[in-house]
């Protein structure tokens, strides 16, 4: 009996060790979220209903100071609490400070085709919206998991391969596609480079049934990547590193499909070199000098220096760098988790240049601008074939 006793205390004792590692981060049975709305884990964490989440994406986006991404972190369920493992990706890894891959990137650049990536728009802005809850944002999931998928297989390439990554608590996939690296140095051939943007899109004012048609937020970051992808897959160049193109759910209320997936390549130990976030990049507002912004927190310094010395070599446009405030798009999520992140966007939310119309039913192919994406598409390769060749 006392032996028994003892023995159940020691699993008891197990159990909570285990629990105290493993979910620190539960979902509240009553549907409640734990979200984050600022830097601090102790001051700027709330419980909040759904409703509510849905009243402060709504009041995010009246406030036009303010209105960019979410603004907040989903963190229910997450099984590590960045919080909790502090990390930092300024040590892990060594990354390139200028161009050196000229001979590769150049004749890629030459093959990105704006005509490709209007007509990819055209087709994925036709779903009514792109919302994480509704029927047309799987729809629209399904629509994309096909189309990258077809581009690997027209281009006969067997190690490119594209899949859904679920999400336990909302219906909308993220997508991915991974083309295995060349490297015959194990160590570099399996760290990951990455093309991300969020596929999900939002009318704030009617989220669950509202047209969104998101051409300019974030679809012109998909198409971006997308287009990349298939100019790769196309071509002769084999990485050394393995290139994965990230398309995101559920970034508007609260980067939650970032949020699993960072979690998932934390959780595994999968190493990820690089991330490349393609947040908008369609619109110019009539009367202003085009140019790139970088954002330039909560990201690593070193790999934003990169992108302005790219940005000289191999685009036509200038860059500025913007800051971009606490959780407005998905490099945060994997910067909490210690890995090095950008984010090249159209404007910060403190520019008053950014499209009028994002988060509506206007965010339309009208007010798309091909020459513009097609640059951020250029800086994005350059980043990702530099980094996946770098030997540091
Ligand atoms: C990058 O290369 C350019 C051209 O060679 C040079 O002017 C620039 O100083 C370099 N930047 C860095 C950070 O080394
Ligand atoms: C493989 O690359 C890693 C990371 O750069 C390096 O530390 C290691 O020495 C390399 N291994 C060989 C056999 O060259």
Known sequence: MALSLAC??????????????ASFLPTDPSGLRLIQVGPNPETDRR???????L??????????????????????GLEYDPAELSLDATNTYTYPNNATQQHIVWPLIQELDKDKMTSFLGTFSTFHNRYYMSPTGVESHEWLLDHVTSIARQAGRNDISCRFHHHVDFPQPSVICTMRGNSPNSTIRNQ??????????????QPLNGRAPGVDDDGSGVAGCVE??????????RPSRTIEFHAYAAEEVGLRGSASVAQTYFAKGTPVYAVAQNEMSGYVKPGITPHINLVNDNVHQGLVSLMEELALEYVDLPTRRTTCGYACSDHASWTQYGIGAVATAEAGPKDDWVNPKMHTDGDDMDLFNPDYALEFAKLNMAFIVECAEFRG
């Open 192 to 205: 990951i480079v990455v093309c991300s943007a969020h596929s999900d899109s939002i009318n704030t004012k």
């Open 55 to 76: 009243r402060m994406v709504h009041e995010r986006h009246e406030n036009p100071s303010v209105m960019m991404g979410p603004g907040f972190v989903d963190l229910t």
């Open 228 to 237: 990349i992808m298939r100019v790769l897959a196309n071509s002769n160049y």
């Open 8 to 21: 159940w205390g020691l699993m008891a004792l197990f159990a909570l060790i285990a629990s105290a590692q």
């Open 47 to 53: 419980l909040v209903s759904p409703r509510e989440i």
